[in-house]
């Protein structure tokens, strides 16, 4: 209502302006006005169009997703359709022929008789999902005590990556998958990362969890996704947090949540199985649950060599003080010993809170050097900010013999 009177307001004041102006002007006048009307008319004609192609699909009945198996010559190929037999179809005259190619996703018309759009590929929509690091910057020396595990995934991993004729002339398999197992927060994705970077391997993680949780009935299809990109991506090193999210065992397997995570570990199986040992593909899991892991997982020919990644004993604790502080102006007075035994129990990501917390309190305090001042307060922060339980259960069960417990 108002916005119709507010209109007859403009018609009034344009006829008013009609009688005003005259001659010459009142030409540019009507021509200026022209043109505005026609801006008007080309917005509501883009407006109609927009409201048809909405309609349309609206109304449209569903395409049939497809996968090319192969092109034909003659302008047609043949697809798998989802919904069953193959079908040898035309080819829209719309489509970017150089897309046609094997393997590659389309969407069938209703009547599947022809392509009529080309589909992102699964990879495309599952790369949110996977973090895929071409050369990842961690190095062994950026990790604090676990040189025993480094040496050992050296051998097992990044050795078979760098040097298979080695194995070959020797006659034995390396493993084609690791199990690393430990709290969380002790260095298991950067032992991976760090094989990764120095076997000059590409890094493509994936976390079981999110495996499961975000992408409900294609956690099956994601694998095997992973294992191609893998294979493009070699020399690879797949690497699998929170493996327990799919491959713990299960006594009943009832609701069909827990059919899909079967179904999801039988696929990881297969893909394990699926390459030889001396493949260009090595796959490390990480669990802070060993305890709950399906046994299947951990058959010879799978992952079946285990290293454990535990919490920081006080040697470690010193080292993993050292490589945080390395960039940073301490005081002379820091007893990196004193550090470790106080710090009983930390995990390595806690012991690199402490690092940022009292390089805080020196900034706070408008210092340019941190002290150990600043390292008791932050640990004491720290301390009162542990939540995860899980962790401190586990320290219990592995009590540090080397450095006396002084915070209980
Ligand atoms: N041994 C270590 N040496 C140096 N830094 C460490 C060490 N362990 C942990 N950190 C620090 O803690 C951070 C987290 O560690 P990381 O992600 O490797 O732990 P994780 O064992 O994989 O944990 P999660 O099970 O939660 O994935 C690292 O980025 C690093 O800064």
Request: glycine residues 6%.
């Amino acid at each position: 209502m108002s916005s119709d009177m507010g209109k007859d307001n403009q018609d009034n004041i344009i006829e008013k302006l009609d009688a005003v102006v005259s001659g010459e002007d009142y030409i540019k006048y009507l021509e200026s006005k022209i043109r505005l009307l026609e801006m008007e008319r080309e917005k509501l004609l883009m407006k109609v169009n927009y409201y048809k192609s909405e309609l349309e699909k609206l109304i449209s009945p569903p395409l049939i997703e497809g996968v090319i198996e192969y092109v034909l010559g003659d302008g047609r190929a043949v697809v798998k359709s989802t919904t069953g037999p193959n079908l040898v179809v035309a080819i829209a005259d719309n489509i970017d022929k150089n897309l046609i190619k094997p393997g590659v996703r389309v969407a069938l018309n209703q009547r599947g008789s022809a392509i009529v759009e080309v589909l992102p590929s699964y990879m495309d929509t599952y790369v949110q999902l996977m973090e895929v690091i071409e050369k990842p910057s961690v190095k062994y020396e950026d990790i604090g005590g676990l040189s025993e595990q480094i040496r050992e995934l050296r051998e097992v991993v990044e050795l078979p990556l760098k040097n298979p004729e080695l194995f070959e002339e020797i006659g034995i398999e390396p493993p084609k998958g690791v199990l690393l197992y430990g709290p969380p927060g002790c260095g298991k994705t950067m032992l991976a990362k760090a094989v990764a970077a120095e076997s000059n391997a590409t890094f493509i993680a994936i976390v079981g969890s999110e495996l499961v949780q975000k992408f409900i009935g294609e956690g099956a299809r994601i694998v095997r996704e992973l294992f191609e990109l893998a294979r493009k991506k070699a020399p690879s090193i797949v690497f699998i947090d929170e493996l327990d999210a799919i491959a713990a065992k299960r006594i009943d397997i009832g609701t069909s949540g827990e059919r899909e995570v079967q179904r999801t570990l039988m696929q990881l199986l297969a893909e394990i199985d699926g390459f030889r040992p001396l493949d260009k593909v090595k796959i490390i899991a990480a669990t802070n649950r060993i305890d709950i892991l399906d046994p299947a997982i951990l058959r010879p020919g799978r992952l079946d060599r285990i290293i454990e990644v535990p919490l920081p004993d006080f040697n470690g604790r010193i080292e993993i003080f050292r490589i945080h502080t390395r960039r940073m102006k301490l005081a002379e007075n820091i007893d990196f010993q004193e550090l470790a035994r106080m710090t009983n129990g930390f995990t390595g990501a806690e012991i690199k809170a402490v690092v940022t917390e009292a390089g805080y309190n020196a900034i706070r305090d408008n210092r340019r050097q941190v002290t150990m001042n600043d390292f008791l307060k932050a640990i004491e922060k720290v301390r009162s900010k542990k939540k995860l339980r899980r962790v401190e259960e586990y320290a219990e069960n592995k009590e540090d013999k080397e450095a006396p417990l002084i915070f209980q």
